[in-house]
């Protein structure tokens, strides 16, 4: 990697670029890829959103594997610094998953969480 280059924000595993490949396929419109942000809600503060991108949006990292473009919401990457996203399906329910680093706590529900922005993020920003 050359002082230029930096690592990708998010890492995707196989089975959420499988995913990713599906619902693309099966959208009523061309996409671009899938957009990956944070959004203030909850109990704990953020939530996850994962939503069909149209195109790049402004100052957007993205991270493409096999093909498929995942778009980083700006204002969400000091918040998902180092994390991985993954899909995952068991017999109640099934949906991305993060595995975040930055991740403080968690509600009760799992439907929000609290996180401190990566160190590295704010002294990029």
């Known amino acids: 990697m050359t002082s230029l280059e930096r690592a990708a924000p998010i890492t995707v595993t196989d089975a959420a670029v499988a995913r990713a490949v599906h619902l693309i396929d099966a959208a009523d419109h061309p996409v671009a ?5 944070i959004e203030t809600k909850g109990c704990s503060g953020f939530a996850y959103k994962v939503e069909y991108a149209d195109e790049q949006g402004k100052f957007e990292d993205v991270v493409e594997q096999s093909g498929v ?7 969400a990457v000091m918040y998902l610094l180092g ?6 399906e068991t017999k109640m329910e099934s949906g991305f998953v993060f595995t975040n680093p930055n991740e403080t706590g968690r509600c ?18």
């Open 83 to 88: 994390s991985e996203l993954d899909y995952q």
């Open 69 to 75: 473009k995942f778009f980083i919401d700006p204002m």
């Open 108 to 125: 009760g529900c799992g439907e929000s969480f609290s996180a401190a922005p990566t160190p590295a993020a704010e002294a990029d920003g």
């Open 33 to 37: 890829g899938i957009r990956v942000g």
